[in-house]
């Protein structure tokens, strides 16, 4: 997109993408024609839909990721909460490894408001970011126009824990100086933030989106 061209433009060099995540590194790589080559020998992939079915090659789901060589703490079927696509087409670079597809990463994280606008769950995360006193936290979109927040207190800059009132209070006003006036938002402290099975800690919970979003079924620069 714009930031990609905008630092080959500023260094005037190629940029190739690597898709991961903290807990299992690197899963896919870009090749000079465009494609995303999956690390098989490190990863297993699979793309699962809501009832944790393997979807057909080319269709969209989560991406859900077993590794092979991490002795340490083996990570069997990890739900990314990333969705994309496999597909069964070769490169035309050459290379045999799988390809994944299309990466809509987190667009299901998106919040659609009452008035049919979306914001991004990062201007909500990055609000509250900036909040002393505030440990963890989970962003729950109950309907259009309610979000529920819970939040775990930490400690304050000062050396003690946060006040549990006066968390609410900035939580509350962070995420309404983000949304528009008639989204409402309650607020509630916690001990822990619960997680499912073999599933990270998701921030933003959103509800389903009225308008799909768009799959493409080939990535660029491949041939059949």
Same mark, same amino acid.
């Given at each position: 997109g714009c930031t990609r061209q905008a630092i080959i433009g500023a260094y005037g060099g190629v940029l190739f993408d690597v898709y991961g995540t903290s807990e299992t590194k690197e899963i896919a790589w870009e090749c000079a024609a465009g494609s995303r080559h999956i690390n098989a020998d490190v990863v297993h992939v699979e793309i699962l839909d809501e009832r944790g079915a393997m979807v057909p090659a080319g269709a969209e789901g989560e991406i859900v990721v077993t590794l092979l060589v991490n002795r340490a703490m083996p990570l069997v079927r990890y739900r990314t909460g990333d969705r994309g696509s496999l597909l069964s087409i070769r490169c035309?670079?050459?290379?045999?490894?799988?390809?994944?597809?299309?990466?809509?990463?987190?667009?299901?994280?998106?919040?659609?408001?009452?008035?049919?606008?979306?914001?991004?769950?990062?201007?909500?995360?990055?609000?509250?970011?900036?909040?002393p006193g505030l440990a963890k936290y989970q962003i729950v979109q109950a309907e259009r126009d309610l979000l529920r927040v819970r939040a775990v207190a930490g400690v304050t800059r000062e050396g003690e $824990? @946060?006040? *549990?009132? /006066? %968390?609410? $209070? @900035?939580? *509350?006003? /962070? %995420?309404?100086?983000?949304?528009?006036?008639?989204?409402?938002?309650?607020?509630?402290?916690?001990?822990?933030?619960e997680r499912g099975a073999r599933e990270k800690v998701?921030?933003?919970?959103?509800?389903?989106?009225?308008?799909?979003?768009?799959?493409?079924?080939?990535?660029?620069?491949?041939s059949r």
């Open positions: 035309s670079c050459g290379r045999g490894a799988p390809l994944l597809g299309v990466l809509s990463g987190r667009e299901a994280d998106t919040l659609e408001l009452p008035d049919g606008t979306t914001r991004s769950p990062y201007l909500l995360t990055m609000a509250l970011e900036r909040i $824990r @946060a006040h *549990a009132p /006066a %968390l609410e $209070r @900035a939580i *509350a006003d /962070a %995420l309404r100086d983000e949304l528009p006036g008639n989204v409402r938002v309650e607020v509630s402290i916690v001990e822990r933030l998701r921030v933003v919970h959103p509800l389903p989106r009225t308008s799909g979003v768009p799959v493409e079924l080939a990535a660029p620069g491949v």
